[in-house]
Structure formats: C-alpha cells, structure tokens
C-alpha cells in the first residue's frame, strides 16, 4: 500500500510538474496519445506506455520540441525499407531453402530500383537478386504529420519494388493496430497493384496485425506469424469521437445550410443528438460489411463447432494458435523464414512462367506446321 501511495505521489509530481511547463501543448499531446486508444484498446496501451517513456525523455531534456523530433527520427529509421541480397548454394535441381544464403543489403530501396537497370541488370558479373522488407508500423494514417508517416509513403515503397528487376518480392513487416479505412484501402489497392507484377508478397506479423492492418494484409499472398505472442484480429469497425469536443462544437459553431442540403454533416449532427444507429448504420454497418467481405473473400476461414465464421469476423483479437486454426495466418516462423519463403515463391513462378513459355512455344510451333499441312493438302 505504501509503495502504491508513492508511486502515485510521484506521478502526481510528475504531471503538476508537466503541466506547468508543457501546458500549452497538452491539447496536442492529448490527440496524439488518445488516437490510437479509439483505435484499438490494445495496440493504444502500447502506444501509452511509450508516450510515458518519451514525457520522461522530455522531462529530462528540457524542450518540448525534442518530443516529436525523437520520436520522428525514430519512426524514420523502423519504417525505412532493409533489403537483402539473396545467393542460392543449391546445387540439385530439387531446390533447398537452407541452402539459400541471406545477406543484407546496403543499397537503399530507391537507389537500387532506380540504378538497377544501368548498372547492375548489363554486369558482366552475376549479381545477387533482392528481397524487399517494408515497414507497416504503428497507427496507418491516410495523411502523415510532424511525428507520423503516411501510408502513401508504403505504397510508393511497393510501386518501387514492383518496376525492378532487380527485386523478386517483399515482406511486409507488420506491427501495426490498424488505424484510418481510407489508410487501410489505399494500402490494400496497392498491394493488388503490386500482385500484378507477378512477385510474391508475405505478410510478415511482428508482434501486432490489427484492424486495417488485416484489411490489406488479406490481399498479401501469405501470412506468417513471428512467434506464438502474435495477435491478430480486431475485424470490425469503429468511430470515436471526443464527447468535449463534439460539446464545444454544439455549443459554439453555427452552421448554416442551404436549401436541399439538409443531410449535410448527417453523421455528426446525429452524434451531438445521442442518436448513434444513425451513424451506425450510414457509416460504420457498411465499412464493416465490406471489411468482412474482403476477409472472407481473401482468406480461407476454419470455423470450428465452437467458433462460426461470424465469430471469427466480431472484432475479437487472436494469438497465434486461435488465428492459426481458424484460418488468418499461414505459418510461423522468423523473418528470415519469411524471406527464404519469399525467395521460393518467386523461383516456382518462375519456373513455371518459363514452362508455360516453352509450352506455348511448342503448341504454336504445332499449330504452324498444321497450318502448313492444311495449306499443302488443300
């Protein structure tokens, strides 16, 4: 008991200390800590505990500027792409993925992509082909801020890795507890994109693959597990708002609609009234629907006698043993797995494109000698 009294008079301490100091920039320090709280409970305790670590960062650094440059610079450095060189010592035509030598790259992503035609594809010396890592880390945001990354800057990250030669497929590392739809649905409309390029994507879970993190990461070819701590899940939808500021908002904001705009601002206007089916049922019931749809369409699901399908689509988060047996992770692994999977889905696609090839090479070299044939018969 006395230890819990200290603690809690330190931490008392701590925030009149804090507040006296940092006051003006509560507002915003608020938002960034409580947004991903509204996103998902657990992937948002997580995030506490590091903006916990970071105020003491700050408290002994003196300056509230050293809060977001920190935590930026260290955003940057966990979302940058790592590439790794990939040498195959199989020596039999029966392929062995421990023979397959993993080594990390140096080159950057976008350098290597943009050079690798000039100066790597015409070497006269047999250079190793890549595989790609990129980062889904932390809350997905449609648009990115001083502290926080866009996920357009991922999707840019694919676009990359599709156009070069030099890169045979990517995992997608992911520790992330979701975050925005539109966030989520650009980032799953470009790893479609990327698919057409024909290389192999894996889903790679790190730690957390949440909400929208499982809305795009159905669309990966693959999904492997880290380890058994994994937790996936959280397919569902939801919409909080600050009861404060929808207060300030009744309170001080007047709007003025034209004639035949009525239903403008209907969701938020049915929040201030308390009147949340409407907001269900206009906004969060479709999303849900079509996160559902895309799940079911997507993964191959394993009901169970226990746990229907409905189930498995509530919202409700899953280590990896649950996500396993009902069908939303593949296998588990390390992420060097992950890459020597990688690396033997692009070498059987390319197998079998160079089969397909020399079939069709053999059934038109078929259909010409036919031709002749009706030609001379005829």
């Not at 993925?97 to 790259?105: A, G, R, V």
């Not at 890549?130 to 990354?149: H, P, Y």
């Not at 009901?303 to 280590?319: A, C, R, Y």
């Not at 397909?356 to 030609?375: D, E, I, P, Y």
Request: proline share 2%; with cysteine; hydrophobic share 35%.
């Amino acid at each position: 008991m006395a230890k819990k009294k200290a603690t809690a008079s330190l931490v008392s301490k701590f925030n009149l200390k804090f507040k006296k100091r940092y006051g003006k920039y509560l507002d915003r320090i608020d938002a960034y800590m409580l947004r991903p709280m509204m996103i998902d409970l657990e992937w948002g305790l997580m995030v506490y505990l590091d903006f916990v670590m970071e105020m003491k960062n700050m408290e002994s650094m003196g300056a509230s500027g050293d809060l977001a440059i920190s935590y930026y610079r260290r955003m940057m450095e966990q979302q940058k792409p790592e590439l790794y060189d990939i040498y195959d010592e199989t020596t039999t035509t029966k392929e062995n993925p421990e023979n397959i030598q993993i080594i990390p790259s140096n080159d950057s992503l976008e350098e290597f992509t943009s050079n690798y035609r000039d100066n790597y594809k015409n070497s006269k010396t047999k250079l190793p082909q890549k595989v790609a890592i990129l980062n889904l880390k932390g809350t997905m945001l449609a648009e990115g801020g001083l502290c926080t990354r866009s996920i357009d800057s991922l999707c840019k990250e694919l676009r990359y890795t599709a156009a070069s030669d030099g890169i045979k497929g990517v995992v997608l590392n992911t520790h992330s507890g979701g975050g925005e739809v539109t966030a989520a649905q650009r980032l799953a409309n470009a790893i479609k994109e990327y698919k057409k390029s024909g290389k192999p994507i894996i889903q790679y879970i790190d730690g957390i693959s949440a909400s929208g993190a499982v809305f795009a990461g159905v669309y990966c070819d693959e999904i492997m597990g880290g380890g058994r701590t994994i937790s996936t899940g959280s397919i569902g939808v939801v919409s909080s708002f600050n009861r404060l500021q929808l207060e300030y908002f009744k309170k001080y904001i007047i709007s003025i609609y034209a004639d035949g705009s009525e239903d403008k601002h209907e969701i938020i206007k049915s929040m201030m009234e308390g009147n949340h089916e409407v907001v269900k049922k206009k906004s969060l019931n479709p999303i849900r629907q079509e996160f559902a749809r895309v799940v079911k369409q997507n993964r191959t699901l394993h009901p169970t006698d226990e746990v229907d399908v409905s189930k498995i689509l509530k919202g409700g988060m899953f280590k990896y043993a649950e996500a396993r047996k009902y069908g939303l992770v593949d296998g588990i692994g390390t992420r060097l797995d992950a890459i020597r999977r990688v690396n033997t889905l692009a070498n059987q696609r390319y197998k079998a494109k160079a089969q397909g090839a020399r079939t069709n090479t053999s059934v038109n070299s078929q259909q010409v000698s036919a031709k002749h044939a009706m030609l001379s018969f005829q």
